[in-house]
């Protein structure tokens, strides 16, 4: 069989290739959105640390009230943040990894269509369940990290908190 016979030509040109690679297609877009919003997640990480930054520079300094409660504070804080930059990162990994997974498998369709036959039909199918798995794994993993985010949050709030009674109590003495 020669590449360009008639057979082939017609595989090549048939629109099952494309509507064939779509649920893939489909799949990709939505680890490149989990992708994107991960990425701001790890940017606000970023952003949040640097603040901490300043807050301890401040401290060294003498610059901030209650020194030591915002050390305990700020160590406790660093450390949860350090944690989910690590799940972000792990997650982001695993989706990188499912798109690819995702892409081969859409690679592998097409090429079927085109070149084999049901014989072969199961290894796209296999690529595409791994990419699954590797989706699964991310969204997880980005469960676990929104636990610690929440954590993160109310411990903010808390510390927020201490300083409004603080600064009630130094107000009525």
Same mark, same amino acid.
């Given at each position: 069989?020669?590449?360009?016979?008639?057979?082939?030509?017609?595989?090549?040109?048939?629109?099952?290739?494309?509507?064939?690679?779509?649920?893939?297609?489909?799949?990709?877009?939505?680890?490149?959105?989990?992708?994107?919003?991960?990425?701001?997640?790890?940017?606000?990480?970023?952003?949040?640390?640097?603040?901490?930054?300043?807050?301890?520079?401040?401290?060294?300094?003498?610059?901030?009230?209650?020194?030591?409660?915002?050390?305990?504070?700020?160590?406790?804080?660093?450390?949860?943040?350090?944690?989910?930059?690590?799940?972000?990162?792990?997650?982001?990994?695993? /989706?990188?990894?499912?798109?690819? +997974? %995702? $892409? @081969? #498998?859409? !690679?592998?369709?097409?090429?079927?269509?085109?070149?084999?036959?049901?014989?072969?039909?199961?290894?796209?199918?296999?690529?595409? /369940?791994?990419?699954?798995?590797? +989706? %699964? $794994? @991310? #969204?997880? !993993?980005?469960?676990?990290?929104?636990?610690?985010?929440?954590?993160?949050?109310?411990?903010?709030?808390?510390?927020?908190?201490? /300083?409004?009674?603080?600064?009630?109590?130094?107000?009525?003495?």
């Amino acid at each position: 069989m020669t590449l360009f016979d008639k057979e082939t030509l017609e595989a090549l040109s048939s629109s099952r290739i494309l509507t064939s690679m779509i649920t893939p297609a489909v799949l990709i877009s939505a680890c490149g959105t989990l992708i994107f919003s991960t990425s701001a997640r790890l940017g606000r990480i970023f952003d949040r640390v640097n603040v901490m930054k300043v807050e301890v520079e401040a401290v060294i300094t003498g610059k901030i009230s209650f020194p030591n409660e915002r050390m305990v504070f700020l160590q406790d804080q660093l450390a949860m943040a350090r944690k989910r930059a690590t799940l972000i990162q792990k997650a982001m990994a695993t /989706l990188y990894s499912a798109t690819a +997974l %995702f $892409v @081969a #498998s859409s !690679l592998g369709i097409a090429a079927n269509v085109a070149f084999g036959g049901p014989e072969l039909a199961w290894i796209p199918t296999l690529i595409a /369940l791994s990419g699954g798995v590797f +989706l %699964f $794994v @991310a #969204s997880t !993993l980005l469960l676990y990290e929104s636990r610690f985010n929440l954590k993160f949050v109310n411990r903010n709030i808390e510390f927020i908190e201490f /300083l409004q009674a603080k600064a009630i109590e130094q107000n009525k003495l």
